[in-house]
């Protein structure tokens, strides 16, 4: 197969998804950002219009129903569908999918051995676990690698996820926990969030100024310690004066187990992960 590029793309390979839901559109938007790939590189399908009419509208990509249309013109096939749905799509497209094509997995607790049973096990398949800040380049990604993927294959996606934040190679025994750390973890941060801002709001902040606050807070707490390399501890002990307010308020946390309570929603989003794994066998 010819790719299609733009005389600006990076990236020579056309690159398709299967799904069109909000992580393939946040994968989608963040690679176009990074002037990686063009519109016309990229192809997607879904079973809903209504979600490949917004992706065209808003980036010019290639859409269609079609499963195999996306994988005809596809390198690299990105699979951004449920769990649940996963095995009974892979059944459909066994037959159209060879060893040119990359395959990338972005469902939670689909492992790689289940993917070579159902596609073949010469296919090159790479399973990663991106979450939604890829949208704004502030991606958390890991990834890994059947023994069929090549060198290539692996530099190809730390390049695309790279372009959209952080990705780290693991071993697929760790995407589980990674699943529930950074895949769920947004969702996590967003409560924080939302809880700091109700918080302000209780002692007298207008609301839009209690969310401002709260959002650059957590945003700030984050840089600083990536381009400080502080621990997490380092900065909170700057924060936290003898006696005074901040220790007030972590003595308050503390008494209602906020550690615990982040602790056991990371250790029960693992477990749900590995039960998709199995559900799925």
Request: aromatic share 2%; proline share 5%.
């Given at each position: ?54 992706l ?47 395959i ?77 750390l ?6 996590y941060?967003?409560?924080v ?45 700057m ?43």
């Open positions: 197969m010819n790719p299609t590029t733009s005389s600006s793309a990076i990236i020579e390979q056309n690159i398709g998804f299967i799904g069109a839901g909000k992580m393939a559109s946040a994968l989608i938007a963040g690679f176009l950002r990074s002037d990686l790939v063009s519109p016309s590189q990229i192809w997607a399908s879904d079973v809903i219009p209504e979600t490949l009419q917004t065209k509208d808003q980036h010019a990509i290639h859409t269609c129903t079609d499963n195999r249309e996306v994988i005809a013109q596809s390198d690299v096939l990105f699979l951004a569908i449920k769990p649940q749905v996963m095995f009974s799509v892979l059944d459909t497209i066994r037959a159209d999918v060879n060893k040119d094509l990359l990338v997995s972005i469902a939670a607790g689909v492992t790689l051995d289940q993917l070579a049973e159902h596609l073949g096990d010469h296919i090159r398949l790479i399973r990663v676990m991106p979450n939604t800040p890829c949208l704004v380049g502030a991606s958390a990604s890991a990834y890994c690698s059947s023994p069929t993927a090549k060198p290539e294959d692996e530099t190809l996606i730390e390049t695309l996820l790279k372009a959209v934040g952080l990705a780290m190679p693991t071993s697929e025994s760790l995407m589980d926990a990674i699943t529930a950074s895949g769920s973890g947004p969702a941060v967003s409560m969030i939302e809880s700091l801002s109700e918080g302000g709001v209780r002692m007298g902040l207008p609301r839009p100024i209690a969310t401002q606050l709260a959002m650059q807070t957590v945003f700030g707490t984050a840089k600083m310690l990536l381009q400080e390399e502080l621990h997490p501890a380092e900065l909170k002990e924060v936290t004066s003898p006696g005074g307010t901040t220790a007030a308020g972590i003595q308050v946390l503390e008494q209602h187990g906020l550690r615990a309570a982040f602790i056991d929603a990371v250790e029960a989003a693992t477990h749900r992960s590995q039960e998709l794994s199995q559900n799925n066998i």
